[in-house]
């Protein structure tokens, strides 16, 4: 068992630096109890003592409270009171803090963090940190903020940045249907850092997908290792590691020393290291989210690049087309058979009858769109079935569904945007919700869905070149 585990499953919590107000200690307070951690969490604050906040009692001092009882400790405090803080909590035998302070090295101050190390390795503390927002994991009901859910899925995120390892995770459940195993936000990775929590993910049973903020490598070893774990991953453990390393640019390379306080590195280097270990780059966070969904509803060895599209539109067929083909995606030709029987089913006028094809104002009928998906699913020369759905109806959910239940081959759904009423909001997301329900990925973008289906199948190729699925 990793020694990570009393960090992501803690028998209890304290939070050091908490308060009335909803920022800082206070917030990991309102998050941990919203999300209902039922272990004991204990709160201190040395001006606050004996005070109640949210029905716990504040203490004055960690030292308070008996040896050992404490795995987890929030630390919550101006950077200079880290340290002298830290040998309080070593004292009372705490295995595991993260610092969600800032102030150190990224604004120059790294005198305080080698402060912070000397008394972490003086009680065997390992710190997360400094600079970040720590652990979020729905199985242990542990959080870093409000939105996130007890719901517990196969993606793992590990984010440098505290603000985006919550985005991610909000992205993941809200817009893609993808629930989280376990979250953890590294800040300057001053003791733990990124390879610590790829090897604790490549153990981690609930982990089949990883995604990956990052600015910067601390050291060359630290290089070397984090190429190891991630081809082990890759191809060894064949969970996916979707990266999105940021930082290329020189504005961007000088955002990254003064928030975190270390240097990113060349595009090149990292489209190198990419190329050895099977990572998958992506520039955003709706890239590496919408990819983690789709690698969490399709099955891999089913990741095949021949698409037949169904469409409701003459110039919809054509930009769907471009964009798949843009993408090194097949959109072949269909198979006689199945031509003979869309002349049977869909008139001459107004639609075409090819791959894609269009179903032009026949497309309104659930029905038709339904029997159309499950003829082309019985197309040889077709591997997956794309759909571009404008209407977002009971009846068209119903019909979608059952064609999927029906089918052998994958189904992805395009949904794009059509309006910015509250009712076309609301039908939107009701429709999106029962499709990820019945295992059918769903995008807004056709460019972002063949992106997706692209790296899915790049990934799936590099492990048939490796024989090892």
């Not at 991953?233 to 955002?255: C, T």
């Not at 019909?399 to 794009?416: H, R, T, Y």
């Amino acid at each position: 068992m990793s020694e990570l585990e009393k960090m992501f499953f803690p028998r209890a919590v304290g939070i050091i630096g908490v308060s009335n107000k909803p920022f800082g200690g206070g917030q990991f307070l309102r998050g941990l109890q919203t999300m209902g951690f039922d272990k004991p969490l204990y709160i201190f604050n040395p001006r606050l003592k004996g005070q109640v906040i949210n029905g716990l009692k504040v203490h004055g001092s960690i030292l308070e409270i008996p040896d050992g009882e404490i795995d987890y400790v929030i630390l919550a405090v101006p950077a200079k009171l880290c340290a002298s803080i830290l040998e309080e909590i070593g004292k009372k035998k705490v295995p595991f803090v993260t610092i969600f302070t800032s102030g150190f090295s990224e604004v120059g101050k790294d005198n305080l963090e080698k402060d912070v190390l000397e008394v972490a390795k003086k009680y065997n503390i390992r710190i997360n940190g400094p600079n970040c927002m720590g652990v979020y994991n729905p199985k242990a009901r542990l959080s870093i903020s409000f939105g996130q859910t007890t719901d517990t899925g196969n993606l793992g995120i590990i984010g440098q940045s505290g603000g985006l390892a919550i985005t991610l995770s909000i992205l993941a459940i809200y817009t893609y249907g993808t629930y989280i195993s376990k979250s953890v936000s590294i800040g300057n990775q001053i003791d733990l850092n990124v390879v610590d929590y790829l090897e604790y993910f490549s153990t981690d049973d609930d982990t089949k997908i990883i995604g990956v903020y990052l600015e910067n490598i601390k050291s060359q070893k630290i290089g070397k290792d984090f190429i190891n774990i991630v081809r082990k991953l890759s191809f060894e453990k064949r969970k996916p590691v979707i990266l999105w390393k940021a930082g290329y640019g020189d504005s961007a390379k000088e955002a990254i020393l003064s928030h975190t306080g270390g240097l990113a590195g060349s595009s090149k280097i990292w489209n190198s290291i990419a190329k050895q270990t099977g990572a998958i780059l992506v520039k955003n966070s709706v890239e590496l989210v919408s990819l983690a969904m789709l690698f969490k509803y399709l099955d891999i060895h089913q990741a095949e690049r021949n698409l037949g599209i169904i469409t409701v539109g003459g110039g919809s067929s054509i930009e769907t087309t471009d964009l798949m083909e843009m993408y090194d995606l097949n959109v072949p030709t269909l198979n006689e058979s199945t031509k003979k029987i869309f002349r049977e089913f869909i008139p001459d006028v107004n639609t075409i009858n090819r791959n894609p094809l269009d179903l032009g104002a026949v497309g309104i009928d659930p029905k038709i769109f339904s029997r159309m998906i499950l003829t082309l699913d019985k197309d040889p020369n077709i591997s997956i079935v794309v759909i571009i759905q404008f209407t977002f109806n009971r009846k068209s959910i119903d019909e979608i569904i059952k064609a999927k239940s029906e089918m052998k081959k994958p189904l992805i759904c395009i949904a794009p945007r059509m309006g910015n009423s509250v009712s076309s909001y609301r039908s939107k997301l009701k429709f999106k919700e029962e499709l990820f329900q019945n295992g059918i990925p769903t995008y807004e973008s056709t460019e972002l869905a063949a992106k997706a289906l692209d790296r899915v199948c790049t990934y799936k190729e590099s492990l048939e070149k490796r024989n090892v699925i």
